[in-house]
């Protein structure tokens, strides 16, 4: 199959790019590198005869033309967006621009590409989301597919936008979809600005470990490489028009997860004190959702997947490639707002 992979540079997109690649699919990567996209996150696959690289913006729509023009893909995995809520409490404009105009922009290349190819079965538009659209949950309960969405951040805002969009153009234009909605993401290759590589990175840099609230926000935590291989089987399987929730089956509280990988830190990188004793409790963000969790009892049934690893487990792996990789991670400490606490509102 070749695949267009949109944000295939990015943390979730180069995971699915590595394992597309592995698994004998051409992959052309669509990116616009922006300050979370990075090159070396798809070095191991850049010398492979079925990678294709595409510099550009899923805003410019004639650069999508050109690309599906030149390239003819099987099938999409539109997964470049703007992800991280801080930032779009500081700036919303550009997630606005990314995640709906952007949305909008590959909704309308893929179907005016599918239809002069004549409207091929096989054909599909993968749209990547967030459980993040369905909003807030109390002490119990979980995410369904049919779960109304209630997003309550300028991101998620803009996630279910995309959504719906991608909905709609299946419904009025019959453009073959699937969706999927995931849970908190975590693993090798992650943008330091993000909770488990920042909590990591001023561990071993010995500065506070800033905590929102008092850390009892708890979320559904999904080890990366396990997701790319779930979006994969979607593609592969999934229904036409269906949208499937992928989660980790591990939920922790913020404070939790954080012990945790003070814990693994502790023995495999001793400092002169246990790492906890750098945590710093910080005034909460606006709209902070107390909890999410996903039933992943879809996918489970229908389409046989299930996470294959524990979050202790994955927290290991994830430690162990920081610590093995510190060419990647030490130039971005000081790019722009990694380090700092956004999000004030």
């Not at 005034?283 to 996918?299: F, K, L, M, Q, S």
Request: aromatic letters at 10%; charged letters at 25%; proline letters at 5%.
């Amino acid at each position: 199959m070749k695949i267009l992979i949109t944000g295939g540079a990015g943390f979730i997109g180069s995971a699915v790019v590595r394992l597309a690649v592995s698994r004998g699919h051409e992959v052309v990567n669509l990116d616009a590198l922006t300050y979370a996209g990075r090159p070396e996150n798809v070095a191991t696959v850049a010398d492979s005869p079925l990678y294709h690289f595409e510099h550009a913006d899923i805003r410019d729509r004639a650069a999508l033309d050109r690309i599906f023009a030149k390239h003819a893909p099987d099938a999409v995995m539109h997964l470049a967006a703007e992800s991280h809520v801080d930032r779009s409490i500081d700036g919303p404009g550009d997630f606005i621009e990314t995640n709906i105009t952007g949305t909008y922009n590959m909704l309308e290349a893929a179907r005016t590409f599918w239809v002069q190819q004549g409207r091929p079965e096989g054909f599909r538009f993968h749209h990547i989301s967030t459980d993040e659209v369905y909003g807030s949950l109390g002490e119990e309960g979980m995410f369904t597919e049919d779960t109304s969405y209630d997003p309550r951040s300028p991101y998620s805002a803009s996630k279910a936008s995309s959504d719906h969009l991608v909905r709609a153009w299946q419904e009025t234009y019959g453009l073959p979809v699937v969706l999927t909605n995931c849970s908190n993401n975590y693993g090798p290759y992650h943008f330091p600005e993000k909770l488990v590589p920042k909590v990591i990175l001023n561990a071993l840099s010995g500065k506070d470990i800033p905590v929102y609230g008092q850390g009892i926000n708890v979320r559904d935590w999904l080890y990366v490489e396990d997701h790319a291989d779930a979006l994969l089987c979607v593609l592969d399987k999934g229904q036409v028009g269906r949208s499937y929730n992928i989660g980790g089956e591990n939920e922790r509280s913020n404070i939790e997860l954080i012990k945790t990988i003070c814990g693994i830190l502790d023995q495999k990188r001793p400092g002169t004190a246990p790492y906890e004793q750098l945590i710093t409790y910080v005034t909460d963000r606006p709209g902070h959702d107390a909890r999410y969790a996903i039933d992943p009892d879809r996918i489970r049934t229908e389409l046989g997947w299930r996470p294959s690893v524990t979050v202790e487990e994955g927290l290991e792996r994830t430690i162990n490639w920081y610590l093995d990789n510190e060419d990647w991670w030490r130039p971005l400490l000081d790019s722009e707002g990694v380090g700092t606490r956004l999000g004030h509102g």
